[in-house]
């Protein structure tokens, strides 16, 4: 099979520089080569930006539909150029370079809001459904805006529902660059007499992609990419996050079996066994036995978990000891982290908390350091004061990952975890954790009335009896 290219009237000077001296260029050269992932690589040629799309030569043709559509529409797109398949498999996409552009993403600017919301009602009017609407994919040169990456589309009319969830899209990439009132100004100027219903649409629109999104980030860590990778060994499955490597994981988990067989190990149950050393932690549970078996088979391993979890909370910038490996090997699995900085909050509280001059400021930063794992849809299923730790008054991380989800905290969730902390903080006063309580509660309505929710709170405090005085009341 030979290269056969399909070029765009007009555009024959500029499709030289890549049909008849295709082994010149292909495979692109690292030098040209401006990014690449497992599907695309996306690289320079003599003033065109080419696109060589790996595994799906189909979305080369769409996205070459879907910019001779556009630009017929006066859609300001890159120009097209020409494509074709490759004689080895995947296609070639190539366009003319849209001089001085840079995602808006990393030039955004809100007086751009107006020209960007022109540009969406356009298209939409134009007749094209962008299905990957992020402010990656929309160019700014000056004061215009190009769409780019046009290969996830449709081309055919578009209806209310597929304009609100596009809008939506965009809204929640928006709202990661700037802020709310940012994405109110957008659907504002696309449609200046929108009424609240159809906005509030929008925005659970957006907050559906927000959720789908981080949901995709926190599971990349499964899959063997630049940031991950996954080996299956001999003595089972290995997931090492980059840059550490496999032989520096498996020095970790030989130090740990070392210190365990010495009787170091901080931790030593039937279960599970624990050990630290040179910044780095080992947490491995025992997985033998047809009972634990068919558990871990059901629902993965507690190392499994912990791992999504680690992952899942930097992905949401909430602070958790960063997970360095998997292990899941014959009869265990095993979690592999390094050590995060702090006490437990439990220690810290008996050792430090009576020290401060003012301890306003340590119960505001615990509060809100609950009120974000809550606010962002994590859920810790055990959050005792010794599942967190302290490093100072306003600095804390949160430990025990494998009892950590991602989903919509309930408020029930919340009135149970903040018992389990309530229950477990000694030394403080009732006037401390009252404090507390406002605070988390502060511009963020998910417990109600307050005082109501105090009262649960204190009701399933007392069963638990952990620090709190003979189950009684506080002092």
């Excluded at 398949?85 to 190539?94: K, S």
């Excluded at 995709?216 to 990419?225: E, V, W």
């Excluded at 005792?384 to 302290?390: P, V």
């Excluded at 149970?416 to 988390?440: E, G, I, S, V």
Aim: charged residues 30%.
């Amino acid at each position: 099979m030979s290269w056969n290219w399909t070029v765009a009237p007009g555009a024959e000077a500029l499709a030289r520089a890549l049909a008849g001296s295709e082994d010149e260029w292909f495979p692109p050269d690292l030098a040209a080569v401006v990014r690449e992932n497992s599907v695309r690589t996306l690289f320079r040629r003599d003033g065109l930006f080419c696109k060589f799309f790996k595994k799906r030569p189909d979305q080369a043709e769409s996205e070459w539909k879907a910019l001779r559509h556009l630009s017929a529409a006066g859609i300001p797109v890159p120009r097209p150029v020409a494509w074709a398949r490759a004689p080895g498999g995947g296609a070639v996409l190539a366009t003319a370079e849209v001089a001085g552009a840079v995602p808006l993403k990393a030039a955004y600017r809100r007086e751009l809001l107006p020209a960007v919301a022109a540009l969406l009602r356009r298209m939409h009017g134009a007749g094209y459904l962008h299905r990957d609407l992020h402010l990656g994919n929309l160019l700014v040169a000056g004061d215009a805006v190009w769409v780019i990456d046009v290969h996830r589309g449709r081309i055919g009319p578009v209806g209310p529902r597929d304009e609100e969830r596009a809008l939506g899209q965009l809204a929640y990439s928006l709202s990661r660059t700037g802020t709310v009132t940012d994405v109110r100004r957008l659907l504002a100027a696309y449609r200046p007499d929108a009424d609240h219903a159809w906005v509030e649409r929008i925005l659970r629109h957006a907050d559906a992609f927000r959720r789908a999104h981080l949901a995709s980030r926190t599971r990349r860590c499964l899959k063997d990419s630049s940031g991950f990778q996954v080996a299956r060994e001999a003595d089972g499955l290995w997931l090492v996050k980059r840059p550490a490597s496999l032989a520096e994981a498996r020095a970790l988990l030989a130090r740990h079996d070392a210190l365990c067989g010495e009787g170091k190990a901080v931790k030593a149950l039937d279960a599970r066994r624990i050990t630290n050393a040179g910044g780095f932690y080992v947490k491995e549970w025992r997985t033998s036995g047809p009972f634990r078996a068919l558990r871990n088979w059901i629902r993965g391993t507690p190392a499994r978990a912990a791992w999504i979890a680690a992952n899942g909370m930097r992905v949401r910038n909430l602070p958790a000891p960063e997970g360095v490996a998997l292990a899941e090997l014959r009869g265990r699995s095993v979690f592999l982290a390094r050590e995060a900085a702090g006490k437990p909050l439990d220690r810290y509280c008996r050792e430090d908390v009576p020290r401060l001059r003012d301890r306003r400021p340590f119960l505001d930063a615990l509060a809100s350091a609950v009120r974000r794992l809550h606010f962002r849809d994590t859920h810790h299923r055990d959050l005792k004061a010794n599942n967190i730790l302290a490093d100072g008054p306003m600095r804390f991380a949160f430990l025990d990952l494998e009892d950590v989800e991602f989903r919509r905290v309930r408020r029930a969730d919340a009135v149970k975890a903040l018992a389990q902390l309530n229950a477990a903080l000694p030394l403080l006063t009732r006037a401390d954790r009252w404090r507390m309580l406002r605070r988390y509660a502060a511009g963020f309505p998910l417990l109600g009335d307050l005082r109501a929710a105090a009262r649960e709170i204190m009701r399933l405090t007392v069963r638990r009896r952990h620090n709190w005085p003979g189950g009684g009341p506080a002092k």
